[in-house]
Every structure is written in C-alpha cells, then in structure tokens.
C-alpha cells in the first residue's frame, strides 16, 4: 500500500475526535465542544499567548504536541479534569494513542506517542507551557458562560482556583489574570 | 489593559469559528462540519503528509497558516469551492480577518494578516502545498460518505477534477492518489 494511503486512513480515524463531547459549550452557543475544535482553539490560543510562558518554548513542538494532545479520547472519552486522572483513563488513553498512531506508515508513529508521553507527564517546558494552555478555554467558557459547567459538576470554587493553579506552572502572567477573574466570579457569585 | 487581557478577548472571539458550518459532514457524522474542528484537522493532516510536499516546505509555518486560514469567515462564512471564489467574498474574508486580529496586543496583527494573505493567494510553496492540503478532506467526506455534498450542491464530475487537480501545486503524489480514488467513485457511481 502507497505510504500515502496509510496518511489518508489516519486522516479518516482521527475525525472521531470531531465526536467526543467535552464538558463545557463554547462562549455564545448552545452545544457542548468537542474535542476536535477545542484542540484547534488551544493550538491557537498558544501561538497567541506564546510570549508569556514563564521559559522560553518552543512554540512549534508545543503546537505539535496540542495538535495531538486529545487523540487518546477517541478510545477513551473525555474526562472533566475534576474528577481526578485515574490511572484507568490513563492507560486507556496510551492504548489508544498508540492504536490511532499504528494507522500512519511504518516509523512514524514513534515520534508522535514521544511528544504525547511528554505532554502527559508535563514535566518538560514545553508540556508545561501545553498543559498550562489546555485549561484556559474551559475556564473562559464558565467565566462567560455562568459557571455552568462549575454547576452541572458540582465543583466548589476551592477546587477551581486549585486545579487551575497548576497554570502558574506555565505562565504566571497569564494565572495572575485568569486568577483576577475567577475572584470576581466569587464576588459575582458565578463561582461558588 | 494587561496585553494577556486582550489575547483572552481574542480566544473568545474565535469561538464563533466553531459555529460556521461548512459544506460536508465528517465521515461518520450525521451533522455538518464546522470551520473550527476542520481547521484542527487540515493542520494535523498537514504534519502528517509534510514528506509528499513537491519541494521542501516550513512545515511549522504551513501549521500557522492552516490554523488562522478560515478566520475571515467569522465575519463571511464559509463558501463551497465549487460555488467560485467571488472579489466580494474575498474582500469580506478580508475586513474579517483584519477585525478579528485587531483584537490582539498592539503590534501583534501585522504578522498574521501578512501570513494568511501568503495562504490566500497561494504563490509560496509553502502555501501552495497548505492550500493542497485544505483541499483534502472535503473529498474524504465525499468517497466515504456517498457523494453527499456532490449532489447536494449538483457538483458535475468535470468540476471535481478540475479544482481538486489543483492538489498536484502542492504534491503530485498526493493528487495521483486521490485521483485514482475519485476515478473509482466515478466507475461505482458516486460521482458524477
């Protein structure tokens, strides 16, 4: 089989992605976000905040690393980050980053599940700076959106400003100003 | 204001992207796709295909301008390639680029209306091969979705191989592959 075949097969897998519903809906509409448009919006979203990471990135591995982050949910779905990363999902999640990478030309996939590991392990500056990135959106959604997604999960605010400081990690220019935010959805009564 | 401040203001505008509904459905899907989640998909599928590009391109700079490709069409919406490329669309697509990255840090916009003008008018090898690229999942749609889109829209066979033959700008062997796959459809009656 022509290498390129292999491409578009992998081309046609990954468009489950474009099915696998999230847990808050995009600023102004109706519906939940999927996967795939939210990966589109962090890759982006990167690029744009690129000069506030707390160390010099590299800002082409971590959109690289963006571009793939969430192909694990294909198998696996996708898990609200408070409800804890059990190692469960996690396995499933590798299982399934290595099963959806086996669809490209031989020696291709290695590369790929590396730059995957090292996002999940979050660890390297660029993951750092990734994963710092990844929780933005969900936080603007309920931040514009009324907390809705803090309220149909039944998360207390102590847990939002908890889990979300690991962004600090990443850019603490950017948690300073998500960290503004969220003390003025408290008062608001948005976050409680 | 804080700069991260309008960088937010900008990653809430570009959610519209997930609401502008273009011509196919994802293989699979019973709905349409949006512009946001194919953007995602056209860049992975860019990294993916990167070796079969007919002379050596930036990859990462093909990665940028598929990201922002469609942004104008928060403001235009989101036109089928057969439908023709108007001077009006165009010039649409344009304010609307140009508005969207007015929200960004005093200085940032330049770089990116300057990138997205290299996509438009497709000169650049790099983006001729991003424009072939973006080319390519409209047909996936179409031969593994029974010509949906084909006949919705009354798209003569003549006309699905003159534009798409446009492909082999940006890699022969990516267009021979796909032509052999639309000659098939035409031979099992999935196009016309």
Redesign the interface.
């Known amino acids: 089989m ?1 290498p ?2 292999h ?2 097969e ?3 897998e ?6 696998v519903q999230r847990k808050t809906r ?4 109706n519906r939940y ?2 996967s ?2 939210h ?3 962090v ?3 990167a ?3 690129k000069d ?1 990471a707390n160390e010099p990135i590299n800002i ?1 591995r971590v ?2 690393m963006l ?2 982050h969430d192909l694990g949910e294909i198998d696996a779905g996708d898990t609200i980050i408070y409800a804890g990363e059990t190692k469960e999902i996690k396995e499933k999640e590798e299982a399934g980053i290595k099963r959806v990478f086996s669809l ?1 030309p031989v020696g ?1 996939a290695d590369e790929y599940i590396s730059l995957w590991s090292e996002f999940e392990l979050g660890e390297s500056v660029d993951a750092k700076y990734a994963k710092a990135i990844d929780r ?2 969900p936080l ?1 959604h309920n931040l ?1 959106g009324e907390g809705h997604s803090w309220k149909d999960n039944n998360v207390p605010k102590e847990k939002v400003f908890y889990l979300n400081s690991r962004i600090a990690k990443g850019s603490t ?2 948690w300073n ?1 998500l960290k503004g935010k969220l003390n003025k959805a408290v008062v608001d009564g948005i976050l409680k």
Chains 1, 2 share one sequence.
Do not use: Q, R
């Not at 990954?14 to 099915?19: F, Q, S």
């Open positions: 022509n390129i075949e491409v578009l992998f081309m046609t990954i468009e489950k992605l474009k099915d995009p600023v102004g509409l976000e999927n795939a448009e990966s589109w919006h890759c982006l979203s690029l744009m905040l506030y082409d959109i690289k571009l793939i490209l291709k933005v959106p603007l514009k220019a950017l100003v």
